[in-house]
């Protein structure tokens, strides 16, 4: 099994940066594809961005695009959310999810099934 944790949230001024870590553990080598998604209070969970693991590739949503990047440490087998140019928009629990299933719909939350408890992260205008 694996188990992800994140951590690196905070408070900050909207365009400061700040960089999230999800750490995994277990069986890490089955690991396919890391995701990071989001949920602000009273709104739905919102796809931030994912990367798959084998090859490195990632993507990310429309509303971060540009502004945040995703990087991976496959020796201590972290994956970093390193997110730029903060809007206070972007105040929200950020969790880490995983999987060890071969598929496509990465953008959907569904398509994970291991996550972590989350950590926030607070954007002052």
Known sequence: QVQVVESGGGSVQAGDSLRLSCVASGRTRDIFTVAWFRQAPEKDREFVGYILQN???????????????????????????????LKPEDTAVYYCAATTKIGSSWTRDASYDVWGLGTLVTVSS
């Open 55 to 85: 090859v490195g590739i990632t993507y990310f949503g429309d509303s971060v695009r540009g502004r945040f990047t995703i990087s991976r440490d496959n020796v201590n087998n972290i994956v970093y959310l390193q997110m730029t140019s």
